[in-house]
C-alpha cells in the first residue's frame, strides 16, 4: 500500500489538546503543512 503525500496533501491531527499534539502541530504549520482540524481521543 502506497501513501501518496504532496505539498497540496491536508491533514487532520489526532490528540491536539495534548502538549504534544500542540507542539508537533504548531512546528507542522510552521512548515508549511496545510492542517484543515484537530481531533481529541475520548
Known amino acids: 500500500m502506497a501513501v501518496l503525500v504532496d505539498e497540496n ?3 487532520i491531527c489526532q490528540g ?3 502538549s504534544q ?3 508537533h502541530s504548531e512546528q ?3 512548515y508549511g503543512t496545510k492542517m ?3 481531533v481529541t481521543p475520548g
Request: hydrophobic share 45%.
Open 21 to 23: 499534539g500542540t507542539f
Open 9 to 11: 496533501t491536508r491533514v
Open 28 to 30: 507542522a504549520i510552521a
Open 36 to 38: 484543515v482540524g484537530g
Open 16 to 18: 491536539l489538546t495534548g
